[in-house]
């Protein structure tokens, strides 16, 4: 799949991706347009539960190359989600007890491609990120992960803490990632679990938080108070990794 095939730039185009059941994970529509085309288009967007921006023609401009957008621009996902279940599946299939990382709204495609990389070589049986607030699998994510988007599998979902709330009725427990917890090398980071990470700018959310068994922290010792949100998950994804090796 070439990359810049990922952006739907005019009318038709985004309408027939729709259609077509393409996966549009942001619309780009110019602010106050409501013709019949952009009313179908929005209609469409609407059903999938797509992330809708109303911008300014100069912010459409930019974003397409020859200008000829016609007023709307849709980003696609690179490649298609995955369901929950196919994640456990994966994990089943190696014989290995569950091993997934939620991410709690992730907006910088550079960490969530440098966190499906880490997943991978980790050995995560997949990823989980919401459909609000959060990148999805866009070209960028796609070139960060360095191949790794082709094998890892990413869950998007509507809400993370039901979607935890059905997982634990399935065996798994859950830790986040917090400098309220306590450090990571002094908790039982085995069995089948999920690592939570937050945003890089707010953390974990409350709701999500609350949802957790337990909160963990890297222990650090420099003068700034945190890490980049993808240097922290592959920390603690490592820690997992030591310490399911040595439960074996």
Not at 56 to 75: F, T
């Amino acid at each position: 799949m070439r990359y810049e095939e990922l952006t739907m730039v005019g009318r038709n185009a985004v309408l027939e991706a729709f259609r077509a059941g393409k996966t549009i994970d942001r619309l780009f529509i110019l602010d106050g347009c409501q013709d019949g085309p952009i009313k179908s288009i929005l209609r469409e967007a609407k059903k999938y539960d797509t992330i809708i921006t109303f911008v300014k023609k100069e912010r459409l401009d930019q974003m397409s190359e020859e200008g000829k957008h016609q007023g709307v621009i849709a980003y696609a996902a690179a490649y298609e989600y995955a369901e929950v279940d196919d994640l456990l599946e994966a994990a089943k299939a190696k014989g290995e007890a569950p091993f997934l990382i939620i991410l709690d709204g992730i907006e910088d495609p550079h960490n969530l491609g440098a966190m499906l990389r880490t997943a991978n070589q980790a050995g995560a049986h997949g990823i989980i990120i919401p459909k609000r607030r959060a990148v999805g699998l866009t070209a960028t994510v796609a070139k960060v992960s360095a191949g790794a988007i082709n094998y890892t599998p990413v869950a998007k979902v509507t809400n993370l803490v039901a979607t935890m709330e059905e997982l634990k009725q399935k065996g798994l427990w859950f830790v986040c990632a917090d400098m309220s917890g306590e450090v990571m090398y002094r908790q039982n980071l085995t069995g089948p679990i999920g690592l939570v990470i937050g945003s890089e700018g707010e953390g974990v959310s409350r709701l999500v938080k609350e949802k957790c068994d337990f909160v963990t922290k890297i222990p650090m010792v420099g003068d700034i108070d945190s890490l980049n949100a993808s240097v922290a998950m592959g920390v603690l994804t490592y820690e997992i990794v030591r310490q399911r090796s040595f439960a074996k």
